[in-house]
């Protein structure tokens, strides 16, 4: 009779190749702690400038809102579920991503899109 916690021989090479690279995301997950430094290191000062601004527009909205550094963006969640982002990448380029109805939106600027 088979133990329930030993897996090792249900898993096929590839499942096993998989399941390592699963285990060394987890442990580099471990390692690495992204902050608001590692988004705004190196970014010209108006792009700062920028994201600062809108943080404090974004976690002034609710006392529950929650803010969340990620590798690729910034997430700010409220109750759990995620309603807006900001991303700040290379060559001057941040893009925030809100969660509104957009026929709630009423004129619309021509550089928002659903």
Do not use: C
Not at 11 to 24: L, Y
Not at 59 to 73: A, D, I, N, P, T
């Amino acid at each position: 009779m088979r133990r329930e916690d030993d897996f090792s021989d249900l898993f096929s090479p590839v499942g096993q190749d998989f399941q390592e690279r699963k285990n060394k995301i987890s442990e580099r997950g471990n390692l690495m702690r992204f902050d608001e430094e590692f988004h705004t290191k190196g970014r010209a000062e108006w792009i700062v400038d920028l994201y600062l601004g809108l943080d404090r527009f974004i976690m002034s909205l609710k006392s529950q809102v929650r803010k969340e550094y990620l590798e690729s963006y910034i997430k700010y969640s409220f109750n759990g579920l995620l309603f807006a982002y900001i991303s700040i990448r290379k060559k001057e380029i941040l893009r925030v991503w809100a969660k509104v109805s957009y026929g709630s939106l009423g004129a619309v600027p021509l550089f928002v899109r659903d």
